[in-house]
């Protein structure tokens, strides 16, 4: 039988999740679910209904999975313990600083009503948050270092695009290359965060909207911009579509560790990934891991999950038996 999914919001997480899904012959789209208007949103999934949000409490007992693709500002502290309680829910929650209030919240509301809830999955949180923790358990003598892009941030961009005056943004996250190679260089720089990145802001205004104003909210915006060195460009809306309508991104984990009784030896542990579309590899993780939500609540888990919770081989389609005889 298919996994029978359902998405919350057909932005570009949305409809990188359609696409994903079709992807895994073991899963179904069955429903979008859009605060639209439904007749004005058209899928790829002919077999699959378009409904309002409005309607998400009908649904109980005819979907397995739930993904929720909305932004991590103000949507999903809202929707995923809201939705936790009618569905096993998946989101991609990436305010690193907010994730334990955010665990807190879901863990309780998916606990109430016997659900399972997997937060902040994607690349980061996710499969860098992984990394981490499996160079840590490897090297414990040794330094973490997280570099992110040159890439398009949606977090970071659909912040922007909520501040008054905004009309439509792009955000790039920028390593500070210099920084990079001290790592690799094994020198284990102590680095702040304005050291490592710099951040890009492409920023089409409002009519009447006043920049300087727009301008200071951008730059001193709490766990986003006001720990980074930022510049913001104004630019037209027909330059934003023409230079910066792509969403690539990517980044590199690295962590520099000594073995050895004297610690003579050191290491260096890089994980790297280079992405044409952020939103469409963090979609494919999302999937993946609302297969392994599928896999837990049949076991009779309930409650708030995070990547580090969750065996790598139920993310696979491919059995015990397949796993050890191909990818062990």
């Known amino acids: 039988m298919s996994i029978r999914i359902g998405i919350i919001g057909y932005g570009n997480i949305g409809r990188g999740v359609e696409c994903a899904v079709a992807q895994n012959p073991d899963m179904e789209l069955k429903a979008v679910f859009t605060r639209r208007d439904p007749a004005s949103v058209s899928i790829l999934t002919e077999t699959a209904a378009v409904c309002s949000v409005e309607e998400i409490p009908s649904w109980q007992g005819k979907l397995d999975v739930v993904i929720l693709c909305g932004g991590s ?11 936790a309680q009618y569905f096993h829910v998946i989101d991609t929650f990436d305010t690193h600083a907010k994730i334990p209030e955010h665990f807190a919240k879901v863990d309780q509301a998916a606990k109430k009503t016997g ?7 994607g690349w980061d949180p996710g499969m860098f948050s992984l990394t981490r923790l499996y160079a ?39 390593p500070v290359e210099a920084a990079v190679e001290a790592v690799r260089a094994g020198k284990d ?36 911009f006001a720990d980074y060195d930022t510049t913001v460009h104004f630019i037209s809306e027909e330059e934003l579509k023409a230079n910066h309508s792509a969403i690539p991104h990517g980044g590199m984990v690295l962590r520099s560790g000594v073995t050895g009784w004297d610690k003579e030896n050191r290491h260096l542990i890089e994980y790297k990934l280079t992405l044409d579309s952020n939103p469409e590899f963090t979609s494919s993780v999302v999937v993946a891991y609302a297969r392994a939500a599928y896999r837990l609540a049949a076991e009779g888990q309930t409650g708030c999950k995070t990547v580090f919770d969750i065996p790598p081989a139920y993310l696979s389609m491919k059995s015990g038996e397949e796993l050890r005889a191909i990818l062990l």
Request: hydrophobic share 30%; with cysteine; aromatic share 8%.
């Open 73 to 83: 500002a103000t949507d999903l502290p809202v929707q995923t313990p809201e939705y």
């Open 115 to 121: 659900h399972v809830a997997v937060i902040a999955t």
């Open 136 to 174: 840590n358990a490897v090297l414990p003598e040794g330094q973490d270092y997280t570099f992110w892009g040159r890439g398009v941030s949606q977090g970071h961009s659909d912040a922007i695009r909520r501040v008054d005056g905004v009309k439509d943004a792009r955000q790039y996250t920028v």
């Open 189 to 224: 720089p102590v680095l702040t965060t304005r050291e490592k990145h710099t951040r890009e802001c492409y920023v089409v205004l409002e009519d009447g909207a006043d920049p300087e104003k727009v301008e200071t909210a951008i730059k001193t915006m709490p766990n986003y």
